[in-house]
DNA sequence: GCTGAAATCGCCTAACG
DNA sequence: CGTTAGGCGATTTCAGC
């Protein structure tokens, strides 16, 4: 499996970091029970093999203006490769689009959307996203709440599963 | 509006740290233009103010071992605020859900999951998601392939927004 | 009020055992 | 992986705009 090359140590950085990126060196280090040095060595070696992919502050979104989150289930005409891949680098583009995932089953995307309001989200949806090409249907939701918005994995998770396989 | 209280040396606080988290505060107060200590103040402030929700090193879910990512999309039986809300308690205290949405629409809620395994999520969402109470159905779509993933907000969009209304 | 400058303190990060 | 040590960043203090 993979993530078993990895020791509990760097299990416990990778838990560590992703609750709190900010944290220093040190701080880390102890939490880890080992000395800052090689803390810093292993944290550069996580990041060079790509199991950290950056640090991001999380800023929260409305109190900065922007009011609308929505889900778009997108369906496209064609699905060959090609295709899909061209509707997915115009979703790279689109900076209101911030998350896209191929699905299985009748819809063929997810995008999570964000916007400062309505009116800009409408002009979005009805003069990019549902006329760009080889679009078929696009169904919309409003996000009325959040209710959780966890980044990451649970680690938790991956901690019983490890103890079990043992 | 909202972020209008933050002048344009806050925004591009956010936007940097949002693009890296662990960016240095002195490297910070460099790319914004102003001295070491200003910069920190106003990070803190930003902090305090709830601008900024906490920092968080991005991990990647499959190298670790979770496989799986799947969007759910639930209906209840009642909409009784009691309801949605102990429907939305339940969500946080199950660590294979990392986001829960109400939504407007047919469907009530939009969960993101993650799972080390299809069958992990299977048992999760027989034994758990959909015995639970007051769920009334689950439709869950398997994520095939991810084509972006961007945290945060678009600070290109507001600035824009903010220049046009200026 | 704000910023910037200086000084102290603590952390980062090499090199070596 | 730990220890040491030198340089740099973080953070407080204080003065100036």
Redesign the interface.
């Known amino acids: 499996?993979?993530?078993?090359r990895?020791d509990p140590i760097d299990r416990k950085i990778?838990a560590e970091?992703?609750?709190?990126?900010?944290m220093t060196n040190v701080e880390l280090a102890k939490r880890v029970g080992i000395s800052a040095p090689p803390c810093l060595r292993r944290v550069r070696t996580l990041e060079e093999?790509?199991?950290?992919?950056?640090?991001?502050?999380?800023?929260?979104?409305?109190?900065?203006?922007?009011?609308v989150?929505v889900?778009a289930m997108v369906g496209l005409q064609s699905q060959a490769e090609a295709d899909l891949s061209a509707f997915?680098q115009r979703?790279?583009d689109w900076?209101?689009?911030?998350?896209?995932?191929?699905?299985?089953?009748e819809?063929d995307?997810?995008l999570k959307c964000?916007?400062?309001d309505l009116s800009?989200f409408q002009s979005f949806l009805t003069e990019q996203l549902t006329a760009a090409e080889n679009v078929a249907s696009v169904k919309t939701?409003?996000?009325?709440?959040?209710?959780?918005?966890?980044?990451?994995?649970?680690f938790?998770?991956?901690e019983q599963?490890l103890a079990r396989s043992a």
Chains 1, 2 share one sequence.
């Open positions: 499996m993979a993530g078993s990895l990778l970091l992703q609750a709190d990126g900010r093999a790509g199991y950290i992919r950056g640090y991001h502050a999380k800023v929260d979104a409305r109190e900065l203006g922007f009011e989150q889900f997915e979703c790279r900076p209101l689009v911030r998350e896209c995932h191929m699905l299985n089953g819809v995307f997810i964000v916007a400062p800009t939701s409003l996000v009325i709440r959040g209710a959780k918005d966890e980044p990451g994995v649970p938790d998770v991956l599963r």
